[in-house]
């Protein structure tokens, strides 16, 4: 029996989530101040907006009860929602960009760590947002969700409903049996990373700024720039090697990281997925690699490797940073960069995509079929590494396959309707479905998403949205049974 949506608890939990997000952009306000730019102002009214109204909300609601299943699932879809509006605010009520529309684009790319952007200046707009574009990537790439499990006692009674509503990946695996310590652990291991990263790139002659707002952005998965011209933009060997070695790790499983911390060395070469996001990272950047220079994009193979490699991890991890028009290479190149689009990185990392396990399954479920066909009799496990894939597992893979597959070309049927060529749609979908960034054809790496339609914009920051919660959590709140309460 399904249990009534607690919606007095439901927004309760909501109110303190933006009353969160107007904390947090005291960080942006303060850079503003520092850098004595124009945004200030605008931050200022959006900070008291979002503390007004996530005051007002805990004041007129109450938690009543234990969360249910379906109560994780509506706090996580609003909670989302609600903070990619309250998220704009500082873009649009600063006047650096005029539209809502284009205000709650931005925002909804930062916290979904998509890295698609409307803006055609990015060096034009002031240090504070700048700064806030970079953070909404990096609290997004945990999730919020799980920052308010690590520091808001209030959601430790049903925290494992938002933990597994929220964590990317099929299965959300708890590294401690406490959820709020689970949570606070995740944290600790990101921002450990993110901050080794600041230090490399410093060295690399990054300024601070610059090397916080892209440790940020790396360790999201996000691709959010200062720059226009992105990491090209440094021009820099040793600036494309530290970026591509943290997208990499920041696009494999976090609970392996944890576990290496702590002393088990071999944890990343016993986990049969991360050696699959390894062997497809390097054999992708090989024929990338070698394409290229034959057919004489590149002069030498070391510059050839060196934008392959970039721009394999950062795609295929969903970051979306660029050195490279990945465009002007061969139609190889192009075809492997689309297929690890929609590969994406590991579950239980920030990456975004179908997630590597979830193609491992279908293809190994695909073989399964096959060898039935021969011998219809044979019972034959699904097997990943040692462990026995349950047929219930597979059945929700197999689902979620189709679903993404489904939504990317409805997605892209509508974004022709709307006017887009082909290619342009269907990079335009690919890129906000799996929250990678640059696209392909008119919304590709040199490219941005300024010109398309406010209807179509607002369809793609929901795409985002549905991306990055795995499609399930979304859909489900869609659906009757939903609602119902029996």
Same mark, same amino acid.
Not at 435 to 445: A, K, M, Y
């Given at each position: 029996?399904?249990?009534?949506?607690?919606?007095?608890?439901?927004?309760?939990?909501?109110?303190?989530?933006?009353?969160?997000?107007?904390?947090?952009?005291?960080?942006?306000?303060?850079?503003? %101040?520092?850098?004595?730019?124009?945004?200030?102002?605008?931050?200022? +009214?959006?900070?008291?907006?979002?503390? %007004?109204?996530?005051?007002?909300?805990?004041?007129?609601?109450?938690?009543?009860?234990?969360?249910?299943?379906?109560?994780?699932?509506?706090?996580?879809?609003?909670?989302?929602?609600?903070?990619?509006?309250?998220?704009?605010?500082?873009?649009? *009520?600063?006047?650096?960009?005029?539209?809502?529309?284009?205000?709650?684009?931005?925002?909804?790319?930062?916290?979904?760590?998509?890295?698609?952007?409307?803006?055609?200046?990015?060096?034009?707009?002031?240090?504070?947002?700048?700064?806030?574009?970079?953070?909404?990537?990096?609290?997004?790439?945990?999730?919020?969700?799980?920052?308010?499990?690590?520091?808001?006692?209030?959601?430790?009674?049903?925290?494992?409903?938002?933990? &597994?509503?929220?964590?990317?990946?099929?299965?959300?695996? &708890?590294?401690?049996?406490?959820?709020?310590?689970?949570?606070?652990?995740?944290?600790?291991?990101?921002?450990?990373?993110?901050?080794?990263?600041?230090?490399?790139?410093? *060295?690399?002659?990054?300024?601070?700024?610059?090397?916080?707002?892209?440790?940020?952005?790396?360790?999201?998965?996000?691709?959010?720039?200062? &720059?226009?011209?992105?990491?090209?933009?440094?021009?820099?060997?040793?600036?494309?090697?530290?970026?591509?070695?943290?997208?990499?790790?920041?696009?494999?499983?976090?609970?392996?990281?944890?576990?290496?911390?702590?002393?088990?060395? !071999?944890?990343?070469?016993?986990?049969?997925?991360?050696?699959?996001?390894?062997?497809?990272?390097?054999?992708?950047?090989?024929?990338?690699?070698?394409? !290229?220079?034959?057919?004489?994009?590149?002069?030498?193979?070391?510059?050839?490797?060196?934008?392959?490699?970039?721009?394999?991890?950062?795609?295929?991890?969903?970051?979306? *940073?660029?050195?490279?028009?990945?465009?002007?290479?061969?139609?190889?190149?192009?075809?492997?960069?689309?297929?690890?689009?929609?590969?994406?990185?590991?579950?239980?990392?920030?990456?975004?995509?179908?997630?590597?396990?979830?193609?491992?399954?279908?293809?190994?479920?695909?073989? =399964?079929?096959?060898?039935?066909?021969?011998?219809? !009799?044979?019972? +034959?496990?699904?097997?990943?590494?040692?462990?026995?894939?349950?047929?219930?597992?597979?059945?929700?893979?197999?689902?979620?396959?189709?679903?993404?597959?489904?939504?990317? =070309?409805? +997605?892209?049927?509508?974004?022709? +309707?709307?006017?887009?060529?082909?290619?342009?749609?269907?990079?335009?979908?690919?890129?906000?479905?799996?929250?990678?960034?640059?696209?392909?054809?008119?919304?590709?790496?040199?490219?941005?998403?300024?010109?398309?339609?406010?209807?179509? &914009?607002?369809?793609?920051?929901?795409?985002?949205?549905?991306?990055? %919660?795995?499609?399930?959590?979304?859909?489900?709140?869609?659906?009757?049974?939903?609602?119902?309460?029996?």
């Amino acid at each position: 029996m399904l249990k009534t949506l607690n919606t007095s608890s439901v927004f309760h939990i909501l109110g303190y989530l933006i009353l969160l997000i107007g904390i947090i952009q005291l960080l942006p306000l303060g850079i503003s %101040l520092l850098y004595k730019d124009s945004s200030s102002t605008g931050i200022i +009214i959006s900070i008291v907006l979002s503390i %007004l109204s996530g005051l007002l909300i805990i004041r007129f609601t109450k938690k009543e009860s234990e969360l249910s299943i379906r109560d994780g699932f509506l706090i996580v879809g609003l909670g989302w929602l609600f903070m990619a509006l309250y998220g704009a605010l500082p873009y649009f *009520f600063s006047g650096s960009i005029t539209s809502f529309t284009d205000s709650f684009f931005e925002s909804m790319s930062g916290f979904t760590t998509t890295g698609a952007s409307i803006l055609t200046d990015i060096e034009a707009m002031p240090k504070g947002l700048l700064f806030w574009r970079a953070f909404t990537q990096w609290i997004g790439g945990m999730g919020i969700i799980v920052l308010s499990l690590a520091i808001l006692p209030i959601l430790g009674i049903g925290g494992m409903q938002l933990f &597994k509503a929220e964590v990317p990946g099929p299965t959300a695996d &708890k590294l401690t049996p406490r959820v709020k310590n689970t949570a606070k652990i995740l944290w600790i291991v990101y921002f450990g990373i993110t901050f080794v990263e600041v230090v490399f790139l410093l *060295f690399g002659g990054m300024d601070l700024f610059d090397a916080i707002c892209h440790s940020f952005a790396t360790m999201a998965t996000g691709g959010f720039s200062t &720059k226009n011209a992105s990491i090209k933009a440094f021009d820099s060997s040793y600036i494309d090697i530290v970026i591509t070695t943290f997208m990499f790790i920041a696009g494999a499983n976090f609970a392996l990281h944890y576990k290496f911390l702590i002393g088990k060395f !071999n944890s990343y070469w016993k986990d049969f997925e991360f050696k699959t996001y390894l062997f497809i990272s390097l054999g992708v950047t090989f024929i990338i690699t070698f394409s !290229n220079y034959l057919s004489g994009i590149f002069t030498s193979v070391f510059e050839s490797l060196r934008y392959g490699i970039f721009q394999t991890i950062s795609i295929g991890t969903t970051t979306g *940073f660029v050195t490279s028009d990945y465009e002007q290479w061969t139609s190889l190149s192009q075809i492997l960069i689309l297929l690890i689009m929609f590969i994406g990185g590991s579950a239980g990392s920030t990456g975004g995509g179908m997630k590597v396990i979830r193609i491992i399954v279908v293809i190994k479920h695909s073989i =399964i079929e096959l060898k039935k066909m021969l011998h219809p !009799n044979a019972v +034959i496990p699904l097997k990943i590494g040692n462990r026995i894939i349950p047929k219930d597992v597979t059945y929700s893979i197999i689902g979620f396959f189709l679903l993404y597959i489904s939504l990317f =070309i409805f +997605i892209s049927i509508f974004m022709t +309707i709307l006017g887009l060529d082909l290619l342009t749609a269907a990079g335009a979908s690919a890129s906000c479905l799996g929250n990678i960034g640059p696209g392909l054809g008119n919304v590709g790496p040199t490219d941005n998403f300024a010109f398309i339609p406010d209807i179509g &914009k607002w369809v793609l920051s929901i795409s985002m949205m549905v991306g990055r %919660l795995e499609i399930y959590t979304i859909l489900v709140i869609l659906t009757r049974g939903f609602w119902r309460n029996r």
